[in-house]
T-cell receptor, first 113, second 112 residues
Framework: KAGVTQTPRYLIKTRGQQVTLSCSPI?????VSWYQQTPGQGLQFLFE???????NKGNFPGRFSGRQFSNSRSEMNVSTLELGDSALYLC????????????FGQGTRLTVV | DQQVKQNSPSLSVQEGRISILNCDYT??????FLWYKKYPAEGPTFLIS?????DKNEDGRFTVFLNKSAKHLSLHIVPSQPGDSAVYFC???????????FGAGTTVTVRA
């Protein structure tokens, strides 16, 4: 079956702009989580959606938001971009039960200039 | 606040020898631990997990050990193979929580 698809793969934006990233989970998966990966920081949890509801949220400012649609696809939005937002953004999908394996997409590499 | 720490950013090991990756955590509520492996330009892939009711879990060449009193876990890869060269992340979550806290990763290089 198809894996987790993230679009776009690469993105360059200017400070102050906003950006929307998309994640299509594996068919049948109802949970989508978003992570930010920066060098030396590992993966920082942004938020998790399950059945269109945000179920969990990390410690990121309100400029970072997300949503999930009825088909489980999810989008992540970052407004008023800052240079420090440059990172690899990964989404992971799972069945949503605790302990169910999370499958990651290849990520979107965002560069803010 | 980094609740999961991988203090060794890199590890170099000869093919056929053992690779030992270490991970420490500070949140005593964590009860589920995982290791992920990541190749360049790919997302992380699940490797192995362990719950706090166990102190060891084995899957082929990969074994994870958990020492709850020391808040420490380790991943052993025996024998190491060139295809094991990747970044390894450990992750943890507390009960009734779907959020994973990740370490910063350890880059493993297996030398032929």
């Amino acid at each position: 079956k198809a894996g987790v698809t993230q679009t776009p793969r690469y993105l360059i934006k200017t400070r102050g702009q906003q950006v929307t990233l998309s994640c299509s989970p594996i068919s049948g998966h109802r949970s989508v989580s978003w992570y930010q990966q920066t060098p030396g920081q590992g993966l920082q949890f942004l938020f998790e959606y399950f059945s269109e509801t945000q179920r969990n949220k990390g410690n990121f400012p309100g400029r970072f938001s997300g949503r999930q649609f009825s088909n489980s696809r999810s989008e992540m939005n970052v407004s008023t971009l800052e240079l420090g937002d440059s990172a690899l953004y990964l989404c992971a999908s799972s069945l949503g039960d605790r302990g169910s394996e999370a499958f990651f997409g290849q990520g979107t590499r965002l560069t803010v200039v | 606040d980094q609740q999961v720490k991988q203090n060794s950013p890199s590890l170099s090991v000869q093919e056929g020898r053992i690779s030992i990756l270490n991970c420490d955590y500070t949140n005593s509520m964590f009860d589920y631990f995982l290791w992920y492996k990541k190749y360049p330009a790919e997302g992380p892939t699940f490797l192995i997990s362990i719950s706090s009711i166990k102190d060891k879990n084995e899957d082929g060449r990969f074994t994870v050990f958990l020492n709850k009193s020391a808040k420490h876990l380790s991943l052993h890869i025996v024998p190491s193979q060139p295809g094991d060269s990747a970044v390894y992340f450990c992750a943890a979550s507390p009960p009734n929580d779907y959020k994973l806290s990740f370490g910063a990763g350890t880059t493993v290089t297996v030398r032929a």
